[in-house]
């Protein structure tokens, strides 16, 4: 499965991105997908991911309440809805495939990209 992440940008803090991931390739549906950011010498952080139908989501404890991750099999696509944004969130996003879901990121198996997401004061 291919993965294309997108909807990042400059934001100031407080405000909302949504951030999208578009999936191309084998069946959408038979993946977990997640959500993991990387800051400048940070080592890359799990946020949120959801099972392979949609129904279950987790998300870390560090951004819960604000972030939310949804997807819809039909779109091929899962979301990360980013509220009340602060400067600490300033990273580079990735989405990522995996056959079962979970916060090691050595479970996925597919990544997107990244898209930068730079939340200013």
């Known amino acids: 499965v291919q993965l294309q992440a997108s909807g990042g940008g400059l934001v100031q803090a407080g405000g909302s991105l949504r951030l999208s991931c578009a999936a191309s390739g084998r069946s959408f549906g038979n993946y977990a997908l997640g959500w993991f950011r990387q800051a400048p010498e940070k080592e890359r952080e799990w946020l949120a991911s959801?099972?392979?139908?949609?129904?279950?989501?987790w998300c870390a404890d560090s951004v819960k309440g604000r972030f939310a991750i949804s997807k819809n099999n039909a779109e091929n696509t899962v979301y990360l809805q980013m509220n009340s944004l602060k400067l600490e969130d300033t990273a580079v996003y990735y989405c990522a495939a995996a056959t079962y879901y979970g916060s090691d990121y050595s479970l996925y198996d597919y990544w997107g990209q990244g898209t930068q997401v730079t939340v200013s004061s």
């Open positions: 959801t099972s392979r139908s949609g129904g279950s989501t």
